[in-house]
Structure formats: structure tokens, C-alpha cells
């Protein structure tokens, strides 16, 4: 699938960002959605993750109780988002989405990332 993410931009700490990211050609497949994330000089790293009925959803310890992934209902579920509160300096990245076909496999599919930008 192709992924489209938008939403970032700059916000204080303490505030509030929504990412979105919307997916588009092999829909009428099933496919797990997840955001990761790339700070300068550091490696990417998962974030949240979410199958594809919305079922199960995982995070990262640094944003667990801050982050919120979910999907779109029905029956291409193309939409991903991630409600990001209470932002914090650390959480300063470029936020990537991205698609696998098989819980458990690699994600294979990747959007172009957005930039998160928190200043204290």
C-alpha cells in the first residue's frame, strides 16, 4: 500500500498533536498499521502499533498513557491516527506510519514521514 501521513508540526511541551496517515492501493487486502519515529543522530524506533480490525493495539513505554493509535472502521480501514498528548522535548522526531501484511512480520510499507517538533 502507499501511506500519506500529515499532521505534524511545531507545539509547546504539554500540547497536543493528531498525526494521520491514509493509506491507498491494495486495499481490499488486510494489512497492521503502526508509527514509528527518527530523532537526529538516533535510530527509528516503534511507537504504537495496531492490527487490522483494531483489535490489538501496542506501544512503547515512552508514550504509553500519552499516545493513542487507532484505525478507521469499516470496510477498507485506511486511516490510521495517532493522538499525541502531553508532548514532551523527547518526543521531537520525524513520525513515520507504516504497513506489514502479517502480525508478526516486518513492516514493509512506508510513508514519507512528518515532522513532530516540541520546544520547551
Known amino acids: 500500500v502507499q501511506l500519506q501521513a500529515s499532521g505534524g508540526g511545531l507545539v509547546q511541551a504539554g500540547g497536543s498533536l493528531r498525526l494521520s496517515c491514509a493509506a491507498s492501493?491494495?486495499?481490499?487486502?488486510?494489512?497492521?498499521m503502526a508509527w514509528f519515529r527518527q530523532a537526529p543522530g538516533k535510530e527509528r524506533e516503534f511507537v504504537a502499533g495496531?492490527?487490522?480490525?483494531?483489535?490489538?493495539?501496542?506501544?512503547a513505554d515512552s508514550v504509553k498513557g500519552r499516545f493513542t493509535i487507532s484505525r478507521s472502521t469499516g470496510t477498507v480501514r485506511n486511516m490510521v491516527y495517532l493522538q499525541m498528548n502531553d508532548l514532551q522535548v523527547e518526543d521531537t522526531a520525524v513520525y513515520y506510519c507504516?504497513?506489514?501484511?502479517?502480525?508478526?512480520?516486518?513492516?514493509?510499507?512506508w510513508g514519507q514521514g512528518t515532522q513532530v517538533t516540541v520546544s520547551s
Open positions: 507504516a504497513a506489514r501484511y502479517w502480525t508478526g512480520s516486518q513492516y514493509t510499507d
Open positions: 495496531i492490527t487490522w480490525r483494531g483489535r490489538t493495539t501496542n506501544y
Open positions: 492501493g491494495r486495499t481490499h487486502i488486510n494489512y497492521d
